[in-house]
């Protein structure tokens, strides 16, 4: 395992929830920390951009009143999601915000830029910068993250096509730093694979969206729980990216899953009229089969716990 720096070294269970765009919002990000994982949420789902300092300051408020009610807790840290890519009008301001209320861990999408990791190092912050190739992961490094978070095949939202052992083993070849795997992980078993592989945490998005804290519609959530991974459907048509998607919300708008358009990736747009005409496209990773009802973040964490303990156990027993 890597030698982490604070507060990666203390988490109480190794699992960041990753930030969903739309769905992830205080509620959920305060929730996911209480019960023991890193809750995270996109920066641009605070609208209009000074609802962010608001947001910040209850979840800082939340969880310091939180801890200091029960100071046998181990409440795990918040971390908010920059999307770094040139179409972000808002990156320094919402940065500036991050800065003001020092969020213990950025994460960085579509872009590494060296002033945000040093904005985030002003006052102690570790920047952790999402990859889905091992060259982008040395240019993260090179220009300053802490950490990676190799976004491997099946993940949900935007995603890679590598496997998770190839990705995994070419970065721990050079970099013996901090790095969490995502890709299709929605059981505590799936958590103990990826820490066996060589990463340091698990990094779960879709399993969280069918959690009651989470922003998404009924139907959203319900679908999480019916469908499997033969329903999701990798395609750049929705953001100029390629991402996995779920296929009924692609039916719904009038759209073949099977026969989708190609986007012209130099007009990805995140945050504006690309974004909102698809809005109703709901993104989803393959784990999604180990998701079978709709629960709350504490219940659903306390599950993967137990499966976890219940996978190490399994393996002890191996000859």
């Not at 608001?54 to 408020?61: G, H, M, R, S, V």
């Not at 872009?111 to 982008?136: C, F, M, T």
């Not at 996995?244 to 190609?262: F, K």
């Amino acid at each position: 395992m890597s030698k982490l720096p604070k507060p990666l070294d203390s988490l109480p269970f190794p699992v960041i929830g990753s930030p969903l765009f739309i769905i992830s919002t205080p509620k959920l990000v305060i929730a996911q920390c209480i019960a023991g994982v890193v809750g995270a949420m996109p920066a641009l789902n605070a609208r209009p951009a000074e609802q962010l300092e608001a947001w910040l300051i209850e979840i800082t408020e939340t969880l310091a009143d939180f801890q200091q009610a029960h100071p046998e807790a181990r409440v795990a840290p918040f971390a908010i999601n920059q999307i770094v890519h040139k179409s972000n009008d808002r990156l320094e301001h919402d940065m500036a915000m991050c800065v003001k209320y020092k969020v213990p861990i950025i994460i960085t999408s579509l872009g590494a830029r060296e002033e945000i990791n040093a904005a985030a190092h002003s006052y102690g912050g570790v920047v952790l910068h999402d990859i889905i190739n091992n060259k982008h992961a040395h240019k993260a490094i090179e220009k300053g993250a802490d950490g990676l978070i190799a976004v491997a095949a099946g993940a949900g939202g935007h995603a890679g096509v590598k496997s998770p052992f190839a990705l995994v083993q070419e970065i721990r070849q050079w970099f013996d730093g901090p790095l969490a795997l995502s890709g299709s992980i929605a059981s505590g078993s799936a958590v103990l694979a990826a820490q066996a592989m060589g990463a340091d945490f698990a990094y779960i998005g879709s399993a969280f969206i069918a959690t009651e804290e989470a922003r998404a519609t009924d139907a959203y959530k319900q679908a999480i729980v019916d469908c499997d991974s033969d329903e999701i459907v990798y395609s750049n048509l929705f953001t100029g990216v390629h991402g996995n998607y779920l296929a009924p919300s692609i039916r719904a708008a009038g759209l073949d899953p099977l026969n989708l358009p190609q986007s012209d990736p130099s007009k990805m747009n995140f945050g504006g009229n690309s974004v909102k005409a698809w809005k109703e496209i709901w993104g989803c990773g393959q784990g999604i089969g180990a998701v079978t009802a709709v629960q709350s973040t504490a219940d659903f964490v306390a599950q993967l716990k137990r499966e976890y303990q219940e996978a190490r156990l399994r393996l002890s027993a191996l000859p």
